[in-house]
C-alpha cells in the first residue's frame, strides 16, 4: 500500500519529468495562458535565442490587463497600450499561439476564459504570467504565477525548474448565512494568517462550506491564494466540477470524457494524508468582510471597528499600519459603514462572472445608484457580456445607473484607462487595495460584489444584508 | 549572465512590511514592451511627488540610499503581482541585494533569475542592523554569496540561506535556460508518455 498523499501531490508527483542532481525538479506544464502585459520581452528572448514555442498545442493567449473595457468598434486610445496589444496578436501570430485578440469576441480576462471555455481541467499544471493564476485551483488543479523569465521557459520547453511547495489545509467548516459570500470567505482566512501566512505553501480548502460552493465561487476563493501569500489554492474536484466542465468547447467527449471524469476522481486527497499546516474557519461565524488598510490582510467585518495600529504586536507593524491608515484618510476605532464613497468597480478575475453579476443584480434591481458615485460593471469576458445581455441583467444595471462596460481587468490594475482620481475612494470587488493599485492616490476598500451594489445605492459603505429581499 | 561578486555597500533603508510590487514599480507602467528604462519608476509613487519632483526625503532620492546596492526592507518585501517589472526596476537601479525577514515567492524566483539577491535574515539581525544605520546611515555591509555571509556595519557575519541551485547559477552565470533545454530528451520522452490533457489547437472558435 503507497503513502496516502494529499491532491498537490499527486499532481506534482505526476508533473515531475526529471530531478537532475543538485537542482530543482523539471516540471511539467499541462497549460500555459499568456497576455499581453507580462509576455512580451519572453518572446523577445525566444527571438534572440532563435528559439520556437515548443508547444503551441498547450499554450492559449488573450488580452485583457492593458485593455481598455470601451466599446470594441473604438481603437486602443492609448498609444503604448495598443502598441502593447498589438505586439502580443503579433506574437501569438508568429510564434503560432490560438488567442483571443482585442476584437475577439470571446476575448476575456485570461482566469475567466480559460475555464469558461474548458481549457481548465482537474489535474493539470497550469501557468501564467500573472500572480491569480491560482484562480484555476477551484478545478483541483496546481495552478499558479510566474515571472517573465519563466513565461519564456515555458515557452521553449513546457517545463520549469519548480522546488515543491509546503502543502496548507484551509477548512472551511459551517454554512455562509444569507448575505455572506465566497468573497468574504477568502477576505476572512488572508486577515486570519495574514498576507505573508502562505508563503512557500500551495492551499488546499476543504470543509462542508467550500463543497457547498458554486465553481464560479471556488474560484473567487482560489484567486485569491496569492494574497495570502500562497503561490496556489485548489479545491480537489466533485460533481460540481464535472458538471461545469462537461459540454465546454475543450472538455473531453464521448469515452474521453468517461476516462476522464475515472482519472479526475482519483485526484482527491487520500485518507490519512498529512499537511505541513492547517487553519480552520467556521463559515456559519461570518460576516461580510471588508478592508480598511492598503493589503487584502487588512480586513474586518463590515460591523467591526477598524483596528488602532498602536495594538500591533512590533514597531515596524505599527508603522506599516499607520502608514496604512494615514494613506486611506481613516481613523481607528470606527466601522467604516457609512463611509461616502465615490466609485464602486464590480469586476476582475476574482468577481466578474455570472454569479458576480448575477448578486449585484439582485441589489441593484429596481433601485438607482446613489448620483455622487460612478459605477462600473465590468464582464470578465465578451462571452460573459452576452449571456448577462441574454438575461437582461445589463438593463438593471443601466437603468439603476450604473456603466456596463467591455471585458477586461479594468479598475482592478488602472492601467487601461479605468482608474481611481487621486484621494478617491472606492468599493471593489477586486482583489488588491495596495496604495495607487486602482489608480495613483486612490483608497480600495475590497469587498463582495453584494457589499458593492449595497455601497453603490447608497453612496456609502453599507452592509448589504438589510437591501437583500 | 555575469557572475555575482562579493560587494561592499551602503544600505537603502525602507522599514515598511509587505512592499508589494505595485509600489515597487506601479502597473501603469508595464505598458512596455521592453525590458529597459524602468530603473527611474523604481517606488515612482513614493518616490516623486504629484508633479514628479523628486521627493527629497524619500530614501532612494538622497545620499546614500541614490548610492546603495543593498535595500534594507521590511516583512514579506515583494508580495503580490507576479511582475518581473519589480526586479529589473530595483537592479536597473543599481540594487543587487534586498535584505528582509522574508520574501514573498513569486518576487524571490524572479529576483534570483536578474542577479538581485534576496537575503532573508532573523528579525532579531533585522533590528540590529536596521539601529546601527539609525546610528549610522554611512555603514556598510558586505555580502558573500560564496560563503553567504552578509557582515553587519559592526563586523558580524550572519549566515543567510539560499537555493543551492540559484547559488550556483549566479556565483557561475548560468542560465536557467540554457540548463532547461539541455533536457531535451527527458522533456520528449515524458510528452512520449503523457498525452496531452488539453490540445488548444483543437477546435477552432469563432473568431
Same mark, same amino acid.
Given at each position: 500500500m503507497s503513502q496516502p498523499r494529499t491532491i498537490i501531490q499527486k499532481i506534482w508527483d505526476s508533473h515531475v519529468v526529471c530531478q537532475p542532481p543538485g537542482a530543482p525538479a523539471l516540471l511539467y506544464i499541462d497549460l500555459h495562458l499568456v497576455h499581453e502585459v507580462t509576455s512580451p520581452q519572453a518572446f523577445d528572448g525566444l527571438r534572440q535565442r532563435g528559439?520556437?514555442?515548443?508547444?503551441p498545442d498547450r499554450t492559449f493567449g488573450t488580452c485583457d490587463?492593458?485593455?481598455?473595457?470601451?466599446?470594441?468598434? %473604438?481603437?486602443?486610445?492609448d498609444p503604448i497600450a495598443r502598441a502593447q496589444v498589438e505586439q502580443f496578436e503579433k506574437n501569438c501570430r508568429e510564434f503560432g499561439i490560438p488567442h483571443f485578440g482585442f476584437?475577439?469576441?470571446?476575448? *476575456?480576462i485570461v482566469h475567466v476564459i480559460g475555464p469558461e471555455h474548458g481549457l481548465t481541467q482537474p489535474g493539470m499544471t497550469i501557468v501564467c504570467g500573472? !500572480?491569480?493564476?491560482?484562480?484555476?485551483?477551484? #478545478?483541483g488543479a496546481l495552478a499558479f504565477g510566474i515571472g517573465t523569465s519563466q513565461v519564456e521557459h515555458v515557452l521553449a520547453t513546457q517545463c520549469l525548474l519548480q522546488a515543491p511547495s509546503k502543502s496548507f489545509a484551509v477548512r472551511v467548516d459551517g454554512r455562509l448565512r444569507p448575505g455572506v459570500t465566497a468573497k468574504d470567505i477568502i477576505l476572512a482566512l488572508i486577515a486570519k494568517?495574514?498576507?505573508?501566512? *502562505?508563503?512557500g505553501c500551495v492551499f488546499e480548502y476543504t470543509g462542508a462550506a467550500i463543497r457547498a460552493l458554486s465553481m464560479e465561487e471556488r474560484m473567487t476563493v482560489c484567486n485569491m491564494s496569492i494574497e495570502g501569500g500562497a503561490r496556489a489554492g485548489l479545491i480537489a474536484p466533485d460533481e460540481t466540477t464535472f458538471e461545469f466542465l462537461?459540454?465546454?468547447?475543450?472538455a473531453p467527449k464521448g469515452e474521453a470524457w468517461e476516462r476522464a471524469v475515472a482519472f479526475w476522481k482519483s485526484l482527491p486527497t487520500d485518507e490519512g494524508a498529512t499537511y505541513d499546516r492547517e487553519v480552520s474557519i467556521?463559515? !456559519? !461565524? %461570518?460576516?461580510?468582510m471588508i478592508t480598511y488598510g492598503?493589503?487584502?490582510?487588512?480586513?474586518?467585518?463590515?460591523?467591526a471597528p477598524v483596528p488602532d /495600529?498602536?495594538?500591533? /504586536?512590533?514597531a515596524v507593524e505599527r508603522e506599516t499600519r499607520r502608514k496604512a491608515l494615514a494613506y486611506m484618510g481613516i481613523e481607528p476605532g470606527?466601522? %467604516?459603514?457609512?463611509r461616502p464613497v465615490n466609485v464602486v468597480f464590480i469586476g476582475s478575475c476574482t468577481n466578474s462572472r455570472m454569479t458576480d453579476l448575477r448578486a449585484a443584480a439582485t441589489v441593484l434591481r429596481g433601485r438607482k445608484v446613489s448620483p455622487n458615485v460612478r459605477v462600473l460593471v465590468v464582464p470578465g469576458s465578451q462571452s460573459i457580456k452576452r449571456q448577462a445581455e441574454a438575461e437582461g441583467l445589463d438593463r438593471i444595471f443601466r437603468e439603476a445607473g450604473a456603466e456596463w462596460r467591455e471585458a477586461g481587468c479594468s479598475m482592478c490594475?488602472?492601467?487601461?484607462?479605468?482608474q481611481l482620481a487621486p484621494g478617491e475612494y472606492a468599493v471593489s470587488t477586486s482583489n488588491r487595495n495596495f496604495?495607487?493599485?486602482?489608480?495613483?492616490?486612490g483608497r480600495t476598500f475590497l469587498a463582495s460584489p453584494l457589499t458593492a451594489a449595497a455601497s453603490a445605492v447608497t453612496g456609502v459603505v453599507t452592509d448589504p444584508r438589510p437591501l437583500l429581499g | 549572465m555575469e557572475k555575482f561578486t562579493a560587494f561592499e555597500s551602503w544600505v537603502a533603508v525602507l522599514?515598511?512590511?509587505?512592499?508589494d510590487t505595485d509600489q515597487i514599480i /506601479?502597473?501603469? #507602467?508595464?505598458?512596455?514592451?521592453?525590458?529597459?528604462?524602468l530603473g527611474d519608476q523604481l517606488f515612482f509613487d513614493w518616490r516623486y511627488?504629484?508633479?514628479?519632483?523628486?521627493? /527629497?526625503? #524619500?530614501v532612494i532620492n538622497r545620499p546614500p540610499g541614490n548610492r546603495a546596492q543593498v535595500l534594507l526592507a521590511g516583512d514579506n #518585501? *515583494?508580495?503580490?503581482?507576479?511582475?518581473?517589472h519589480a526586479p529589473w526596476a530595483l537592479t536597473q537601479f543599481g540594487f543587487r541585494a534586498v535584505i528582509s525577514t522574508s520574501f514573498a515567492d513569486i518576487f524571490k524566483g524572479n529576483a534570483l533569475k536578474n542577479a538581485l539577491l534576496p537575503i532573508v535574515v532573523p528579525a532579531e539581525i533585522h533590528a540590529r542592523l536596521l539601529k546601527m544605520l539609525e546610528a549610522d546611515p554611512l555603514a556598510q555591509v558586505r555580502v558573500d554569496l560564496a560563503s553567504q555571509t552578509l557582515t553587519l556595519p559592526d563586523g558580524t557575519a550572519v549566515e543567510f540561506p539560499v537555493d543551492s541551485f540559484a547559488k550556483t547559477c549566479l556565483l557561475e552565470g548560468i542560465d536557467e535556460l540554457g540548463f532547461l533545454l539541455k533536457h531535451e530528451a527527458e522533456i520528449a520522452a515524458y510528452e512520449q508518455a503523457h498525452p496531452a490533457?488539453?490540445?488548444?489547437?483543437?477546435v477552432k472558435l469563432d473568431a
Open positions: 528559439l520556437k514555442v515548443r508547444r490587463h492593458s485593455t481598455p473595457t470601451t466599446p470594441r468598434d %473604438l481603437p486602443i486610445v476584437q475577439n469576441p470571446r476575448q *476575456g500573472d !500572480s491569480h493564476t491560482a484562480t484555476h485551483g477551484a #478545478f494568517i495574514g498576507v505573508g501566512g *502562505g508563503t462537461a459540454g465546454r468547447p475543450f467556521d463559515a !456559519s !461565524s %461570518l460576516e461580510p492598503t493589503n487584502p490582510g487588512m480586513g474586518i467585518p463590515i460591523s /495600529p498602536a495594538e500591533a /504586536p512590533d470606527k466601522p %467604516l459603514t457609512g490594475i488602472a492601467m487601461n484607462g479605468d496604495e495607487g493599485r486602482q489608480g495613483k492616490g | 522599514p515598511v512590511d509587505n512592499i /506601479p502597473a501603469r #507602467f508595464l505598458k512596455t514592451t521592453s525590458k529597459e528604462g511627488d504629484a508633479d514628479g519632483n523628486p521627493r /527629497p526625503d #524619500f #518585501f *515583494g508580495c503580490g503581482s507576479s511582475r518581473e490533457p488539453v490540445d488548444t489547437l483543437s
